[in-house]
T-cell receptor
Framework: AQSVAQPEDQVNVAEGNPLTVKCTYS??????LFWYVQYPNRGLQFLLK??????LVKGSYGFEAEFNKSQTSFHLKKPSALVSDSALYFC??????????????FGTGTRLLVSP | DTGVSQNPRHKITKRGQNVTFRCDPI?????LYWYRQTLGQGPEFLTY????????KSRLLSDRFSAERPKGSFSTLEIQRTEQGDSAMYLC?????????????FGQGTRLTVV
């Protein structure tokens, strides 16, 4: 069965500092990996995805993520955090291969708090 | 607005009543998904449509739940004989096919409270 782990319920970082939000996954075969962000009273917003190729993926709002196959990880990073980045972040996986298999499996989310 | 639209945004119902939610996906997106999100958890997959065909259903989708997408455009999710455990945020998403690697775009959700 596919699963995603986000080991930190909350990450605190000061504005201007780099941030990392961790994600590890378990899936048979190779995955497609996604990061979404959820602001209060808002739907999930797509940030970035890994399909294939370069392990470092760049996305919206200055975020990037690094795919590490050996560690089965897909950590979200940003070089310099903004207070406005404070939100709930979800990592999700979709296994490749079976084109009829379309669902995303989400982690439990990590709350990012960026202090001024 | 060209995003995914969900109605209503909030619904309070008494236990045992039926409720229906509507989702209007992004135009020309052939794939539509329903997820459920409870407090402190990530979204959990409920069901998936490709055009009007319902191709995947989660075991979470008990026989009290039914979803339709009659013309391959909007979709409805109905819950019959609601229970307090049905209280959650119901999220709809859509994506374009046929590739498996396309991202899904989510609506703002319908928050259901069963009292």
């Amino acid at each position: 069965a596919q699963s995603v782990a986000q080991p930190e319920d909350q990450v605190n970082v000061a504005e201007g500092n780099p941030l990392t939000v961790k994600c590890t996954y378990s899936v048979s075969g190779n995955p497609y990996l996604f990061w979404y962000v959820q602001y209060p009273n808002r739907g999930l917003q797509f940030l970035l995805k890994y399909i294939t190729g370069d392990n470092l993926v760049k996305g919206s709002y200055g975020f990037e993520a690094e795919f590490n196959k050996s560690q089965t990880s897909f950590h979200l990073k940003k070089p310099s955090a903004l207070v406005s980045d404070s939100a709930l972040y979800f990592c999700a996986v979709r296994p490749k291969g079976n084109t009829g298999f379309q669902k995303l499996v989400f982690g439990t989310g990590t709350r990012l708090l960026v202090s001024p | 607005d060209t995003g995914v639209s969900q109605n209503p945004r909030h619904k309070i119902t008494k236990r045992g009543q039926n409720v229906t939610f509507r989702c209007d996906p992004i135009s020309e997106h052939n794939r539509l998904y329903w997820y459920r999100q409870t407090l402190g958890q990530g979204p959990e997959f409920l069901t998936y449509f490709q055009n009007e065909a319902q191709l995947e259903k989660s075991r979470l989708l008990s026989d009290r739940f039914s979803a339709e997408r009659p013309k391959g455009s909007f979709s409805t999710l109905e819950i019959q004989r609601t229970e307090q455990g049905d209280s959650a945020m119901y999220l709809c998403a859509s994506s374009s096919g046929p590739r498996q690697n396309t991202e899904a775009f989510f609506g703002q959700g319908t928050r259901l409270t069963v009292v």
